[in-house]
């Protein structure tokens, strides 16, 4: 059966490391026309563990996001298994040996496929989940003036000492499995697979979540049928993939390059896009706080808390919780109705 995307044949790519990522390619899916302006773009990256497929899940419940008036497009991540990954990558850098990749190259690449294959002039909106909300946040940062507005939900323009901790985590348990062998794995090391998924799932909600059996709700009468369910969940995806993602995602920092040589607070003050910053408030690894600091140097951010006890899950398409979208449609329709005041 065909692919339901597209691909972006990059050729070979200078990374921000000084390697090369030969061959490299980009996934992609759009809904929707661009218009003859060629800046109605809408642009939703992907989150750690997702691919265009689960951002269709906004899409069916977000009715802002509507493709009779938006051109939509949906890149995979370097490293989910779609776009260039250490999976899908041949010799000599595939599995282990597949080149660290930032949040950076990431949209570098974006870029280069929107302006050269798409032919996208202005982005009205770049927002997502989690790693998508942070590209949301690079995007801003690394081409200010494309970005008309951003919308990161669950994110965070710079990963915390507090969630480096916990990826190290769920890192440790995945390779520590025997069969992990450095990466160089002849069958997928699923005893590791399992520990990552089953680590992961106590970080991913709240504690108030699971003291008021909220799991129930996905399903699950038991907090250990939802750790399963994780397990199985991970089964599927390749080791190697994840930890590229991984690594790019602790290497998440806006700032990071040779235009702002790590000066945090200028890089955040050089996104000139409208932003509304949705952090949950039981989110274990992008805390409110660390949104908050975000905010008091962005020149147009609002700060919009959404109070749920379903922690960094509350915005999951598919088992999110059920008001979340009727918020994150609200957030979307005034960024992009102060977009189009701006615009006339």
């Given at each position: ?5 597209e ?13 090369t ?21 809408i ?61 950076f ?55 915390s ?97 040779e ?72 957030c ?9 005041s701006?615009?006339?």
């Open positions: 059966m065909a692919p339901d995307y691909t972006f044949e990059l050729g070979d790519v200078t990374l921000q490391s000084g390697a990522l030969p061959a490299a390619r980009l996934a992609y899916k759009t809904w929707g026309s661009l218009n003859a302006q060629a800046d109605n773009a642009l939703m990256p992907t989150f750690y563990t997702g691919t265009h497929v689960r951002n269709e899940g906004y899409l069916e419940r977000v009715p802002a996001l509507d493709p009779a008036r938006w051109f939509i497009v949906s890149v995979n991540m370097f490293g989910n298994g779609l776009s260039s990954s250490p999976s899908n990558t041949p010799p000599p850098c595939d599995g282990p040996r597949f080149p660290t990749v930032t949040l190259d990431n949209v570098a690449c974006q870029h280069r496929l929107l302006g050269q294959a798409l032919g996208v002039k202005r982005i009205a909106l770049v927002l997502g989940w989690s790693m998508a909300g942070c590209q949301s946040y690079q995007w801003g940062a690394q081409y200010p003036d494309m970005v008309d507005a951003i919308l990161p939900f669950c994110a965070a323009a710079r990963t000492p507090h969630n480096q901790v916990f990826l190290e985590g769920v890192k440790a348990a995945l390779t520590a499995d025997a069969a992990f062998a450095g990466g160089d794995y002849t069958q997928p090391p699923e005893a590791g697979l399992r520990a990552f998924g089953r680590v992961y799932a106590g970080w991913a909600y709240s504690q108030t979540f699971y003291r008021e059996r909220l799991h129930r709700a996905l399903g699950f009468e038991t907090w250990e049928e939802l750790l399963l369910d994780w397990e199985q969940d991970h089964l599927g995806w390749d080791a190697n993939d994840l930890l590229a993602k991984l690594r790019t995602w602790q290497l998440g920092d806006i700032s990071a390059n235009t702002y040589r790590g000066d945090f607070e200028r890089a955040l003050g050089a996104i000139r896009a409208q932003a509304i910053l949705v952090p949950c408030t039981t989110d274990l690894y992008f805390p409110t706080e660390d949104n908050a600091i975000e905010a008091r140097h962005m020149p147009n951010a609002d700060l919009w808390p959404y109070v749920s006890p379903w922690g960094h899950c509350v915005a999951s398409p598919g088992r999110e919780d059920s008001d979340f979208m009727r918020f994150l449609d609200s979307i329709t005034r960024l992009l109705a102060e977009r189009d701006s615009t006339q």
